[in-house]
């Protein structure tokens, strides 16, 4: 049971609080994806203001999934984007 327990939170853990930087030319674009409580929050930054463009009570999937658009968008416009560890 301990061992559940443990391999549990590193997944859920290794979920949350993952950043994307995406660059094209001078223009930076900030995806993160923050762990609130139980749930998580998707921030954007652009243009040095940071939104709030998805929340989820319980579980990362929406912020996630949303993120992965705005990724998805941002690299057909030419963007190029990483993960920041």
């Known amino acids: 049971m301990k ?8 997944l859920s853990s290794t979920a949350f609080a993952n950043t994307i930087e995406c660059q094209s030319g001078a223009d930076k674009r900030v995806l993160e994806v923050a762990e609130i409580e139980k749930g998580c929050e998707l ?8 939104e709030v463009k998805a929340t989820q009570k319980i579980g990362d999937t929406k ?22 560890k």
């Open 3 to 10: 061992i559940f327990l443990l391999i549990s939170f590193v």
């Open 43 to 50: 921030k954007y930054t652009k243009a040095g203001n940071t």
């Open 63 to 84: 912020c996630v999934e949303v993120r992965d658009n705005i990724q998805k968008k941002l690299e057909g416009a030419g963007y190029s984007c990483a993960e920041v």
